[in-house]
C-alpha cells in the first residue's frame, strides 16, 4: 500500500533554481559598495546549489547562488577579493558580531 513512503523527485530535480544574471549583479554591487569584500564559498546541500556568501569588513553580509566552486573563484578573481572555503575556514567573528549587533538593534539596519 505505501502511505507512508516518501515520494522519490527525479534525478536532477533538486526543486531549486540555479545561480543567474540577477544573483552576479547583486554580488558585484554589494563588493562595489562595500569595504575588505571577502568571499566564502558554500557546499552545495540537498536544498541549495553552492552558494556563495560575501562578508564586509564590518561583518555585512549577503548570500547568493553561484555556478559551483569554480565559478565562485572566478568570480573573486574577476573582482580581486579574496576567496575562502567555508568548509575549512569557517565564518569569521565579524560576521558574528554583525548579526549579533542586527538582533539587538533592528531598528538601526
Given at each position: 500500500?505505501?502511505?507512508?513512503r516518501?515520494?522519490r523527485?527525479?534525478v536532477?530535480?533538486?526543486?531549486?533554481r540555479?545561480?543567474?544574471?540577477?544573483?552576479?549583479d547583486?554580488?558585484?554591487?554589494?563588493?562595489?559598495?562595500?569595504?575588505?569584500?571577502?568571499?566564502y564559498?558554500?557546499p552545495?546541500?540537498?536544498?541549495?546549489?553552492?552558494?556563495?556568501?560575501?562578508?564586509?569588513?564590518?561583518?555585512e553580509?549577503?548570500r547568493?547562488?553561484?555556478?559551483g566552486p569554480?565559478?565562485?573563484r572566478r568570480?573573486?578573481?574577476?573582482?580581486?577579493?579574496p576567496?575562502?572555503?567555508?568548509?575549512?575556514?569557517g565564518?569569521?567573528?565579524?560576521?558574528?558580531?554583525y548579526?549579533?549587533?542586527?538582533?539587538?538593534?533592528?531598528?538601526l539596519?
Open positions: 500500500m505505501g502511505l507512508f516518501r515520494r523527485k527525479p536532477g530535480d533538486r526543486g531549486d540555479p545561480a543567474d544574471r540577477a544573483d552576479l547583486h554580488l558585484e554591487n554589494f563588493v562595489r559598495t562595500r569595504r575588505g569584500v571577502e568571499a564559498i558554500e552545495r546541500t540537498t536544498v541549495t546549489e553552492t552558494t556563495v556568501i560575501l562578508i564586509a569588513d564590518d561583518g553580509w549577503t547568493r547562488r553561484i555556478e569554480e565559478g565562485a568570480f573573486a578573481r574577476r573582482l580581486a577579493i576567496v575562502y572555503d567555508v568548509r575549512l575556514m565564518y569569521p567573528q565579524r560576521m558574528r558580531d548579526n549579533e549587533r542586527r538582533k539587538r538593534r533592528p531598528e539596519y
